[in-house]
């Protein structure tokens, strides 16, 4: 059982024209290669049934440069046709409270996971769907909005009275021996210079005990024993409000909202960030899988230039010299393709493991060139002024400070509080009140406090300058790299039909003698170069196009721009064959 290695082929929408499109569909046929077919704008409607058409992905889905494009027949059958979902269509999650249960982790274990069937077929506004379900990234921004709203939300009731029920129940063991005799003794010492005689007689007779003393031994027991045992119950009803705290209940909520915001402006800002890579490395894939797919051509023409060299060496046309140069020049294109494949397969693992899926993704959106201008340059400035998250994190950064400086001017405000207390049962004990206080002195430096809060304030608002200006700029020059993708990869097009020429001449003069074999493969590397280099060119104007999206806060607008491209570059598969 060995893995093989082939191109699968599928009729576009609309074909070249010219001699040049005979030579390519006849090089396509031998080859077993072939081209994908766009993304139709009629497949709009057919979003529902992407996943159950998908293909079932294969175990062992590797590319096997081993392999030599006639060692299977052409393969006609093409791929299901991808059932795109709705171009630019694809929101931002936008989760809440109500969005999350209160059991901790909905009790599954941890970390939680989202199981996902993504299709071995996609095209990018497919891909993108999956990406916000399937992104750890933009799960954990979620959890950590919710979080945010959540503890914003828990203080809607600081400014509301507080009630309290407070209930005691105890029970109470006394097990006590009291000695009198110090006591006693004490006493009998006090008595007895009380009935000493008086200095001045008085005029009734007192009677005087011969023993006083022994009228406390008499009825005072020198130790008294106690035993108690009691129950205790006790309930009571507390309310506390703060009727007046200067504002300070109000600049914690607002803060704790600011906070809220930012986090949601930092998930838009990563969610735009993973679309734009998302783009990028999708089309990057489409690029290697193309620019291998060229290389294979020239291999296959190149090995039947060698093989033509080693008949005209056989009849003495060229010298031995010639035969190894060509030779050597077969031993370039091998390597080439070789490290052209391994390059297919690493793009296609950075898609895979991005969509976390276990199997290679196909991409089915083809590199594109729109031909057509730009909008101006004003006209992206003003998406980004309307939608880039980062005026809104500034945004929420000057909330943010506006109740931090707030809360420090309550410092000099006082504080007004309620309160009540009452005991169940008894109807009688009860208190309420009303406490105020108001700092004068002492503590942290209220002046200090509110001279940094200022300076926060003033941090905020020079921080939406320089983000206006970097953000400007950063349009600028996007639009620019726009502009010179698009110029650029019309240019090639002459470079192009040149190499065809000399193609063609070499292979002329090669019949006839005056050119060697190893010019005929030069051009003919030379020909698959200028297509390589013309596809690398539409490559790069997507490349730009999604960091111009992005620099407007607008990622998937890029699915706009992709379906209005007069220019679509073929879309190129690997599959593997087991024989």
Same mark, same amino acid.
Request: aromatic share 6%; glycine share 4%.
């Given at each position: 059982?060995?893995?093989?290695?082939?191109?699968?082929?599928?009729?576009?929408?609309?074909a070249?024209?010219g001699?040049a499109?005979a030579l390519?569909v006849?090089?396509?046929?031998? %080859?077993?290669?072939?081209?994908?077919?766009?993304?139709?704008?009629?497949?709009?409607?057919?979003t529902?049934?992407?996943?159950?058409?998908a293909?079932t +992905?294969?175990?062992?889905?590797?590319? /096997?440069?081993?392999?030599?494009p006639t060692d299977?027949?052409?393969?006609i @059958?093409?791929p299901?046709?991808?059932?795109?979902?709705?171009?630019?269509?694809?929101?931002?999650?936008?989760?809440?409270?109500?969005?999350?249960?209160?059991?901790?982790?909905?009790?599954v274990p941890?970390?939680?996971?989202v199981?996902?069937?993504?299709?071995s077929?996609?095209?990018?506004?497919?891909?993108?769907?999956?990406?916000?379900?399937?992104?750890?990234k933009?799960?954990a !921004?979620?959890?950590?909005i919710?979080?945010?709203?959540?503890?914003?939300?828990?203080?809607?009731?600081?400014?509301?009275?507080?009630?309290?029920?407070?209930?005691?129940?105890?029970?109470?063991?006394? !097990?006590?021996?009291? #000695?009198?005799?110090?006591?006693? /003794?004490?006493?009998?010492?006090d008595?007895?210079?009380?009935?000493?005689?008086?200095?001045v007689p008085?005029?009734?007779?007192?009677p005087?005990p011969?023993d006083?003393?022994?009228?406390?031994?008499?009825?005072?027991?020198?130790?008294? =024993?106690?035993?108690?045992?009691?129950?205790l119950?006790?309930a009571?009803?507390?309310?506390l409000?703060?009727?007046?705290?200067?504002n300070?209940?109000?600049?914690v909520? #607002?803060l704790? /909202?600011?906070?809220?915001?930012e986090?949601?402006?930092?998930?838009?800002?990563?969610?735009?960030?993973?679309?734009? @890579?998302?783009a990028?490395?999708?089309?990057? @894939?489409?690029?290697?899988i193309?620019?291998a797919? %060229?290389?294979n051509?020239?291999?296959?023409?190149?090995?039947?230039?060698?093989?033509?060299?080693?008949?005209?060496?056989?009849?003495?046309?060229?010298?031995?010299? !010639?035969?190894l140069?060509a030779?050597?020049?077969?031993?370039?294109?091998?390597?080439?393709?070789?490290?052209?494949l391994?390059d297919?397969? &690493?793009?296609m693992?950075?898609?895979?493991r991005m969509?976390?899926?276990?199997?290679?993704?196909?991409? @089915?959106?083809?590199?594109?060139? =729109?031909?057509?201008?730009l909008?101006?340059?004003?006209y992206?400035? *003003?998406q980004?002024?309307?939608?880039?998250?980062?005026?809104?994190?500034?945004?929420?950064?000057?909330?943010?400070?506006?109740a931090?400086?707030a809360?420090?001017?309550a410092?000099?405000?006082?504080?007004?509080?309620v309160?009540?207390?009452a *005991?169940?049962?008894t +109807?009688?004990?009860?208190?309420?009140?009303?406490?105020?206080?108001?700092?004068?002195?002492?503590g942290?430096?209220?002046?200090?406090?509110?001279? =940094?809060?200022l300076?926060?304030?003033?941090?905020?608002?020079?921080s939406?300058?320089?983000?206006?200006?970097?953000?400007m700029?950063l349009?600028?020059?996007?639009?620019?790299?726009v502009?010179? +993708?698009? *110029?650029?990869?019309?240019? %090639? /097009?002459?470079?192009?039909?040149?190499?065809?020429e000399m193609?063609?001449f070499?292979? &002329?003069?090669?019949?006839?003698g005056?050119?060697?074999?190893?010019?005929?493969m030069?051009?003919?590397?030379?020909?698959?170069?200028?297509?390589?280099?013309q596809?690398?060119?539409?490559n790069?104007?997507?490349?730009?196009?999604a960091?111009?999206?992005?620099?407007?806060?607008?990622?998937?607008?890029?699915?706009?721009?992709?379906q209005?491209a007069?220019?679509k570059?073929?879309?190129?598969?690997?599959?593997?064959?087991?024989?």
């Amino acid at each position: 059982m060995t893995s093989k290695f082939r191109f699968i082929r599928q009729s576009l929408p609309h074909a070249r024209k010219g001699s040049a499109q005979a030579l390519q569909v006849a090089l396509y046929a031998a %080859l077993g290669c072939g081209i994908a077919q766009p993304a139709c704008a009629d497949d709009l409607a057919k979003t529902a049934n992407a996943a159950s058409n998908a293909p079932t +992905a294969l175990s062992t889905d590797k590319l /096997n440069p081993d392999a030599t494009p006639t060692d299977t027949p052409p393969v006609i @059958t093409a791929p299901p046709s991808p059932q795109p979902v709705d171009i630019a269509q694809v929101p931002a999650v936008e989760y809440s409270a109500q969005n999350f249960d209160k059991v901790i982790n909905n009790g599954v274990p941890f970390p939680p996971s989202v199981e996902v069937n993504v299709p071995s077929y996609l095209t990018l506004s497919q891909a993108q769907a999956y990406l916000v379900q399937v992104s750890p990234k933009v799960a954990a !921004d979620n959890a950590n909005i919710v979080s945010n709203a959540l503890r914003a939300d828990s203080t809607r009731n600081l400014n509301k009275p507080v009630v309290f029920i407070g209930a005691t129940a105890a029970h109470a063991h006394v !097990d006590v021996d009291i #000695d009198t005799k110090d006591f006693k /003794n004490d006493v009998r010492t006090d008595l007895g210079n009380l009935a000493n005689p008086l200095p001045v007689p008085l005029p009734i007779p007192v009677p005087t005990p011969s023993d006083i003393g022994g009228l406390i031994d008499d009825n005072v027991p020198n130790n008294i =024993s106690r035993d108690v045992n009691r129950n205790l119950a006790n309930a009571n009803v507390t309310v506390l409000w703060s009727a007046y705290n200067g504002n300070r209940t109000q600049s914690v909520t #607002d803060l704790l /909202n600011g906070m809220t915001d930012e986090s949601r402006a930092d998930a838009s800002l990563s969610l735009d960030e993973q679309y734009t @890579t998302l783009a990028k490395r999708y089309f990057q @894939t489409q690029l290697a899988i193309m620019a291998a797919y %060229l290389r294979n051509q020239a291999l296959h023409a190149i090995q039947e230039t060698d093989h033509a060299a080693q008949r005209s060496l056989d009849v003495g046309l060229i010298s031995r010299v !010639d035969r190894l140069e060509a030779k050597k020049a077969l031993a370039d294109a091998e390597y080439e393709n070789i490290k052209a494949l391994n390059d297919a397969q &690493l793009a296609m693992t950075a898609l895979q493991r991005m969509l976390r899926t276990p199997y290679a993704v196909r991409p @089915t959106s083809p590199l594109f060139v =729109s031909t057509k201008p730009l909008p101006p340059l004003a006209y992206f400035q *003003q998406q980004a002024k309307q939608h880039h998250p980062a005026f809104a994190k500034v945004a929420a950064k000057y909330q943010q400070a506006q109740a931090l400086h707030a809360f420090s001017e309550a410092n000099y405000r006082p504080t007004v509080t309620v309160f009540g207390r009452a *005991q169940a049962g008894t +109807a009688d004990n009860w208190i309420a009140g009303v406490a105020a206080n108001w700092k004068l002195w002492g503590g942290i430096d209220r002046d200090a406090s509110r001279q =940094s809060s200022l300076a926060k304030l003033h941090q905020a608002e020079f921080s939406q300058v320089d983000a206006a200006d970097n953000i400007m700029l950063l349009v600028e020059k996007n639009w620019q790299s726009v502009k010179n +993708a698009q *110029q650029n990869y019309i240019a %090639l /097009n002459t470079n192009i039909e040149l190499a065809s020429e000399m193609l063609r001449f070499r292979r &002329l003069g090669f019949q006839e003698g005056v050119n060697t074999a190893v010019e005929v493969m030069q051009a003919e590397a030379n020909l698959q170069k200028a297509k390589t280099e013309q596809a690398k060119a539409a490559n790069d104007y997507v490349q730009a196009l999604a960091d111009l999206m992005q620099s407007c806060g607008t990622p998937l607008a890029f699915n706009q721009y992709m379906q209005s491209a007069d220019i679509k570059l073929p879309a190129i598969y690997f599959e593997q064959r087991a024989s």
